[in-house]
């Protein structure tokens, strides 16, 4: 069976041109000059590049961050590859101030939606859900979690707003957890033993083995304590390990010995995550300060590393897409590490942001990057691409 191929891109401010009271006013309004034309040409670029993905084959499923409306999001389905039968998994409208939202598009030739939910995040300010949708693989019935992400950027500086994104880490870890282990009131009805109870023991490690892929802007690289140490999403595939191996482990030996029980054991053991993006490092999906960080990233569970549950990510699929080769005109003079208002050499087949005729408040216009044209580019970051076995 044909693997399924799937996708994570970071649009870059797709936004309407309609009013509304947040943030994104300030800049992408007709008046600002983001008009109807400029959007879909924006929509345009997007679609010419999805369809490019995995060779040409584009993906089945794609997760999408930084869209305001579900409408331009059924503008962009429109121009992707028919053959696909694409279409929007149910959008929910977020909370985020700028407007902006995570989402799903997938085949229906491969797939069947058959939940969509979000959790939201507890933080002081609104930010962006944690997008979470079930599907079925029609090949083989087999189940998939998916979770988007967006977490809080950097901006206003990386250690500033590092509790904002391990914030949001604890609540994606924690949407997990309900994904792959039992509630507090299912867990009173199991037996206290349940290491040496064979039946309850299948059971818990049916659902801890279940399929879930975390895709999304993470705004961290994979080494950062928001992805490492408060995700649990580890390189280290070892420590993805099954109850039966969980119970005897030293680190789920927390309660006095005389008060330990499986049950102990089973609510406060925090679980890993197998974060795919490792073996890139130190390449990069976006450019920032003479360098590139790996915010965009694939991150599975244990079922899915290992194949547990008839879908096993490939890991040698996993990788950055940088085929885009944007303004290949652009002569040398236009490209220097040593000069600002020149494109840097490493961005020369870069997506580049979609550049766009912006009016100041007086009525001029800003200047358009140096050695760049309006209405070209895509976004600031670039996809990344993998592969699920099907077995």
Not at 34 to 56: C, D, F, G, M, R
Request: charge should be neutral; aromatic fraction near 10%.
């Amino acid at each position: 069976m044909q693997p399924l191929k799937v996708s994570f891109w970071n649009v870059n401010n797709l936004f309407d041109t309609n009013l509304s009271n947040f943030g994104s006013d300030i800049e992408f309004t007709p008046s600002r000059g983001w008009s109807n034309a400029v959007k879909n040409k924006k929509i345009e670029n997007l679609a010419s590049l999805i369809n490019s993905l995995h060779n040409n084959e584009g993906p089945d499923l794609l997760g999408v961050a930084e869209v305001e409306t579900e409408e331009l999001l059924s503008d962009l389905v429109k121009r992707l590859l028919p053959k696909k039968e694409y279409a929007v998994a149910k959008y929910l409208s977020g909370p985020d101030i700028r407007g902006i939202d995570t989402a799903l598009i997938y085949s229906k030739k491969r797939l069947r939606l058959n939940e969509v939910k979000s959790f939201g995040i507890n933080i002081r300010y609104p930010t962006r859900d944690i997008y979470s949708a079930n599907f079925t693989v029609i090949d083989n019935g087999a189940e998939l979690n998916v979770l988007v992400n967006h977490w809080p950027s950097r901006a206003g500086g990386r250690y500033e707003t590092e509790p904002l994104r391990i914030a949001v880490a604890e609540n994606c870890a924690r949407a997990v957890e309900d994904l792959l282990k039992f509630s507090g009131e299912d867990l009173e009805k199991l037996p206290i033993d349940i290491k040496n109870n064979n039946k309850v023991l299948n059971r818990i490690n049916c659902k801890w083995n279940r399929n879930i892929l975390l895709m999304g802007d993470f705004n961290d690289n994979p080494y950062d304590k928001s992805v490492l140490n408060y995700l649990h999403a580890t390189p280290d595939r070892n420590k993805l390990l099954n109850w039966d191996e969980i119970f005897d482990h030293p680190s789920t030996k927390r309660w006095p010995m005389n008060k330990q029980t499986d049950k102990h054991n089973y609510l406060f053991y925090q679980g890993y995550l197998f974060n795919c993006m490792w073996p890139i490092i130190p390449d990069g999906t976006i450019y920032y300060n003479d360098g590139f960080d790996l915010f965009d990233q694939f991150i599975v569970s244990r079922g899915l590393l290992n194949g547990e549950q008839r879908l096993k990510i490939n890991l040698e699929s996993v990788r950055v897409n940088k085929k885009i080769q944007l303004d290949n005109n652009i002569s040398d003079y236009n490209f220097d590490a040593r000069d600002k208002s020149k494109i840097h050499p490493s961005l020369r087949h870069t997506p580049m942001r979609f550049e766009y005729q912006r009016l100041k408040p007086n009525g001029e216009f800003e200047e358009v990057s140096a050695g760049r044209s309006i209405l070209t580019g895509y976004s600031d970051h670039f996809p990344i691409e993998a592969m699920i076995k099907i077995l």
